[in-house]
């Protein structure tokens, strides 16, 4: 004797049935969604790092030849005062930025950011729902 399913309960597991893709469609639209942030933010840091690497390295080099520039300018007259002076701007420079950067870091955006608001949206109409 087959078991026969009566139409209510067959439509319950068809809902629940779609339910679960849903469900699970949602799931792989935010893993998606957060993959593709995460290789943007790895792109952009990597683009970034080179771009700062290039730009220290030509401000360092132009640095180094107006220092000597000067030094060499006022080498008969107050070389040891131009020397001290470009010692003390060169460390406030390199503690300034420091400091800059120390607050860059603890202040940067929360990575993730649009796929926990996605999250956090989904969460909140399956709730309204119950």
């Given at each position: 004797?087959?078991?026969?399913?009566?139409?209510?309960?067959?439509?319950?597991?068809?809902?629940?049935?779609?339910?679960?893709?849903?469900?699970?469609?949602?799931?792989?639209?935010?893993?998606?969604?957060?993959?593709?942030?995460?290789?943007?933010?790895?792109?952009?840091?990597?683009?970034l790092l080179m771009l700062m690497l290039i730009a220290?390295?030509?401000?360092?080099?132009?640095?180094?030849?107006?220092?000597?520039?000067?030094?060499?300018?006022?080498w008969d007259t107050h070389r040891l005062l131009v020397?001290?002076?470009?010692?003390?701007?060169?460390?406030?420079?390199?503690?300034?930025?420091?400091?800059?950067?120390?607050?860059?870091?603890?202040?940067?955006?929360?990575?993730?950011?649009?796929?926990?608001?996605?999250?956090?949206q989904d969460s909140t109409q399956l709730n309204s729902?119950?």
């Amino acid at each position: 004797m087959a078991a026969e399913h009566s139409p209510s309960s067959k439509g319950l597991l068809d809902s629940l049935k779609t339910l679960t893709g849903t469900l699970i469609a949602i799931v792989y639209t935010r893993l998606e969604l957060l993959s593709t942030d995460l290789e943007e933010e790895r792109e952009r840091l990597a683009i970034l790092l080179m771009l700062m690497l290039i730009a220290l390295f030509c401000i360092g080099v132009g640095l180094i030849l107006a220092v000597l520039l000067i030094v060499v300018a006022f080498w008969d007259t107050h070389r040891l005062l131009v020397l001290a002076g470009f010692t003390g701007l060169f460390l406030v420079g390199g503690l300034s930025a420091s400091w800059v950067a120390l607050h860059k870091l603890r202040t940067k955006p929360r990575l993730f950011a649009a796929s926990l608001a996605e999250l956090r949206q989904d969460s909140t109409q399956l709730n309204s729902h119950k």
